[in-house]
């Protein structure tokens, strides 16, 4: 689907082959990595991932601002991945061994006392990936990053990286950091809700669509890494609906933004949302319904995955009760951020138009199967809810 959208229809990277062929290095970096059970080999993928994303970031270097970006995302970058480097060797210094599903067997075997040494190795690795995945306190670089690469590159960014990162650190998690998660549970929560925070209230002081979406993805790590608290049935179900949810409604939402630019408009802030009712009231809608269901309104699937996340930490403990009614009442400024939209989409008067909307069908199509995934989405949460054992059974299989 992203070589669909972005080689064939992007008229940035049309002619060059080398943005091809770093996309195809990254699906055989992804491939390697959902099947690995050994901490170097994933480190050195993970390395290999991120080379890649060094490249795509710096690939358009027409301003200064897209460069500056490059270089303050390349030195933090690898200085997490030095972060990684450095845990992953007091492990192997501590326990002889690489392998995860050893390290796994010597948890379950042992008492589960954790050392100054591999505490201290383990919060190193979680703040490598709270780095890849923009989480407080190390989200500082997603604005400025997102703001200055380019649509395709913001599109990699935000949810394909995203979406691996996430699913290499659950496999962490699952592996070894699940037996002293007792020790990480106020991290996990208080960067959580901090990340929830920082984002809410970024996004109350720009403009730019571009950075409203960057703090958007801090958001929505926040609510992801709450999954994180405990683990049972129903922390995987949240985190497994909350991720897919998120990855469905970016895509739908920058197919959007791809045929808004195959006609030369550039949605650059809010206020350009006033010239897309001229030329299509559908789209706008479905952009509408998009936000909405990023902000958490029913009946979209974005209120669906809030309430498992939500839930979930309900059913950990009830005293986390002014935790949750503490991320509600900054959710209810988050939906303030996203009605803006609704403002400039519907209630703004404009009198021309400056492009015009041809169909496309498979470009339509793609946009009204996610129309109706958004609105019908509580369907398939239950039938997710129902076979989300099977990643379970796999992961035990992988065990034995």
């Not at 055989?28 to 050994?38: H, R, S, T």
């Not at 460069?67 to 501590?94: H, M, N, R, T």
């Not at 939402?253 to 791809?258: D, E, K, R």
């Not at 995955?305 to 986390?320: E, H, P």
Request: charged share 10%; glycine share 4%; proline share 1%.
């Amino acid at each position: 689907l992203f070589l669909l959208l972005f080689v064939n229809l992007n008229e940035d990277y049309f002619y060059y082959y080398e943005y091809l062929f770093i996309l195809m290095l990254v699906t055989l970096f992804v491939g390697f990595l959902f099947k690995v059970f050994d901490l170097m080999f994933l480190f050195i993928l993970v390395e290999g991932l991120s080379l890649c994303l060094y490249i795509l970031v710096s690939s358009n270097y027409s301003s200064i601002t897209i460069g500056e970006a490059s270089i303050k995302y390349f030195i933090l970058a690898v200085l997490s991945s030095l972060f990684f480097l450095l845990a992953i060797c007091i492990i192997y210094f501590q326990y002889g061994t690489f392998n995860l599903m050893k390290l796994k067997i010597f948890f379950l075997s042992g008492d589960n006392q954790i050392s100054l040494s591999f505490f201290f190795a383990c919060l190193l690795l979680i703040g490598s990936f709270f780095f890849k995945l923009g989480i407080v306190p190390f989200q500082l670089w997603v604005v400025e990053v997102y703001y200055g690469v380019s649509l395709s590159t913001f599109f990699f960014l935000s949810v394909y990286s995203k979406y691996i990162f996430f699913i290499v650190f659950f496999k962490l998690f699952l592996n070894f950091l699940l037996f002293f998660n007792n020790y990480f549970f106020w991290i996990f929560l208080i960067s959580g809700c901090l990340s929830i925070f920082f984002g809410i209230m970024g996004s109350l002081v720009t403009v730019d669509i571009k950075k409203i979406m960057a703090y958007g993805s801090i958001v929505h790590s926040g609510f992801i890494i709450l999954c994180f608290l405990n683990f049972s049935y129903y922390s995987i179900y949240a985190f497994i609906f909350y991720l897919f949810s998120y990855i469905f409604l970016m895509i739908n939402f920058f197919i959007i933004f791809l045929l808004f630019k195959m006609f030369d408009f550039n949605l650059n802030t809010i206020f350009d949302l006033v010239y897309i009712k001229q030329s299509s009231v559908f789209l706008s809608f479905v952009l509408f319904f998009i936000f909405l269901s990023m902000a958490g309104i029913p009946p979209f699937i974005g209120f669906f995955s809030k309430y498992f996340v939500l839930y979930n930490l309900y059913i950990l403990n009830y005293n986390y009760i002014y935790v949750i009614l503490l991320i509600l009442l900054l959710n209810i400024i988050g939906v303030f951020v996203y009605l803006r939209f609704g403002i400039f989409l519907f209630f703004a008067e404009v009198k021309y138009k400056i492009f015009y909307i041809k169909k496309y069908k498979t470009l339509n199509f793609l946009i009204l199967l996610f129309f109706f995934f958004n609105f019908f989405g509580f369907i398939f949460c239950f039938i997710l809810y129902k076979y989300c054992y099977i990643l379970i059974f796999y992961n035990f299989i992988c065990f034995i």
